[in-house]
């Protein structure tokens, strides 16, 4: 077995904000959606249209992001889960000062950049949707 990718699926209250959030944070860009009719793949956001998935990127990470109530749809076995739940997604970074410098007025820092005793030098930040995403650079 050769494992080739991860990629994480969000469950959000709202495609659009969340990649915009990505976008203009971030600075992920949009790779794919779907609206609510399902009736295709588009590769950019209409201000017509309501979404119920996106996927983007930035670098070597995609993240996918799926409304609520497709996402329970997708994935039975998470109906009644909290948003979240005890999972910290963790982002490997070039220069963790300037990404820190960039963010620290952008976003709720949940955890200050220090030096970690297993020789990381990280912070933690919350999304737009209450999920955690650390990023981390190797002292």
Known sequence: MKLQKLI???????VVD??????????????????VDLDGIDTEISEDDEYVYA???????SLIFLREDHFQLEIPALRNCPRGASVLF?????DIEK??????????IVKQLETTWYGM???FIKDNNGYILGFSEQV
């Open 18 to 35: 969340t990649v915009e959030f990505y976008q203009d944070i971030l600075e992920f860009s949009l790779e794919m959606c779907v609206s």
């Open 55 to 61: 996927m983007v990127s930035r670098d070597e990470v």
């Open 90 to 94: 963790y982002i490997e970074v070039i």
């Open 99 to 108: 990404v820190y410098n960039c963010l620290e007025e952008k976003v709720e």
């Open 121 to 123: 030098r990280e912070f």
């Open 8 to 14: 994480p699926s969000f469950s959000v209250d709202n």
